[in-house]
């Protein structure tokens, strides 16, 4: 009995010694390195933020790319200044537009409508509906499209070059409740002409380049998340 009771002690021994190895092969054995176990409460540091990275970024247009707002009003009444004498009725409009949208600068205004003004004259000239229904007032929107379907009921075509702008002047502004309007005095260089189904001109000369002069009006409402201002009347100068 006892040697039996010694074989049995041997062989549980030499299990437990087989089981003991294979779970250390299993689970390995500790170095010193291993990571902590992972706490949810524990505090974690942020990772540093690269500034040349920022830098990188491309911001979509809209209201977010817009500047911050000035510190004072002066920085405003600076701005306008370079557009109109101060105390003018023109700066005066200007001032009122710029307190009631602090990110509105009259120059960068000004770079924009000369902007327009070309892409709204070429896309009327090649009857180019889509791109004027963004850039101008619904009425004034039904009017171009009203013109350029009365021209292509008559089989005319028109032959467009835009020059060039040779002048661009904001000569009124004005801030009625949150409506704010901006009228601009453009002096411009094209060649236009107008033929009809025969290919006759009818309208303008194709050899001269002539100088046109509009006054335009662009409206935006203040309290509105689009930056965009639209074109809401047109003057002719003769």
């Keep these: ?92 409009g200007l001032m009122a537009i710029a307190r009631a949208d602090s990110t509105f600068e009259p120059q960068r205004f000004l770079a924009g409508a000369r902007m327009a003004y070309e892409m709204i004259v070429t896309a009327f000239a090649e009857g180019d509906r889509k791109a004027l229904r963004p850039l101008l007032a619904r009425d004034v929107y039904d009017g171009f499209v009203s013109a350029i379907g009365e021209r292509e009921q008559r089989g005319e075509t028109v032959t467009f070059n835009f020059i060039g702008i040779d002048k661009a002047e904001i000569v009124d502004a004005s801030l009625r409740g949150n409506t704010a309007q901006v009228k601009v005095r453009f002096v411009s260089s094209l060649v236009s002409a107008t033929r009809n189904a025969a290919g006759e001109v009818v309208d303008g000369d194709p050899t001269h380049v002539a100088e046109v002069t509009d006054i335009w009006t662009f409206s935006r409402e203040v309290t509105s998340r689009d930056p965009n201002w639209k074109l809401v009347a047109t003057e002719s100068v003769e």
């Design 1 to 92: 009995m006892n040697g039996l009771a010694d074989l049995t002690t041997i062989i549980f021994l030499v299990l437990a010694i087989i089981i003991f190895l294979r779970l250390r092969n299993v689970l390995g054995r500790r170095t010193g390195n291993e990571r902590p176990p992972f706490d949810p409460f524990a505090r974690r540091e942020r990772a540093p933020v690269d500034a040349s990275a920022n830098e990188k970024v491309i911001r979509l247009p809209g209201a977010t790319d817009r500047p911050a707002a000035p510190a004072a009003a002066e920085d405003a009444a600076t701005r306008v200044g370079t557009i109109a004498p101060a105390g003018s009725p023109l700066a005066d």
